[in-house]
C-alpha cells in the first residue's frame, strides 16, 4: 500500500455511525462525550460544537507512514454531504 493512502471508515447501517470525519459523525461524538459525564469531555466536546457551529473546525488525520514518518492530512471539504 503506497504510504499516501488514507483509509477512514465508511458509515455503517448495522451500528448506525456515521461515515469516520464527516459531519455527523463529529456531532455523534461530541454528544456522546457530552453525555459521559465527565467534565473535561463535556468541556471538549462543548469547544468541538462552538468551532463547528462557527465555522472554525479543521479536520485533520494524523498517521505514521511506512518509513516511520509522521503524516499530517487536512481533509478541508472532503466531506461535504456525506
Same mark, same amino acid.
Given at each position: 500500500?503506497?504510504? #499516501?493512502?488514507?483509509?477512514?471508515? @465508511?458509515?455503517?447501517? /448495522?451500528? =448506525? +455511525?456515521? %461515515?469516520?470525519? %464527516?459531519?455527523?459523525? $463529529? *456531532?455523534?461524538?461530541?454528544?456522546k462525550? @457530552?453525555?459521559? =459525564? *465527565?467534565? #473535561?469531555?463535556? $468541556?471538549?466536546?462543548? @469547544?468541538?460544537?462552538?468551532?463547528? %457551529?462557527?465555522? @472554525?473546525?479543521e479536520?485533520? /488525520?494524523? =498517521?505514521? #507512514?511506512?518509513?516511520?514518518?509522521?503524516? +499530517?492530512?487536512? +481533509?478541508?471539504?472532503?466531506?461535504?454531504?456525506?
Amino acid at each position: 500500500m503506497p504510504d #499516501n493512502v488514507l483509509r477512514l471508515n @465508511k458509515a455503517n447501517p /448495522v451500528t =448506525g +455511525l456515521p %461515515s469516520q470525519m %464527516s459531519t455527523n459523525w $463529529i *456531532d455523534d461524538t461530541y454528544a456522546k462525550m @457530552k453525555i459521559t =459525564g *465527565d467534565p #473535561n469531555k463535556v $468541556i471538549l466536546a462543548t @469547544k468541538i460544537e462552538a468551532a463547528q %457551529s462557527n465555522g @472554525k473546525l479543521e479536520k485533520m /488525520v494524523i =498517521g505514521v #507512514n511506512t518509513q516511520g514518518q509522521i503524516v +499530517l492530512i487536512r +481533509l478541508d471539504d472532503f466531506f461535504t454531504g456525506i
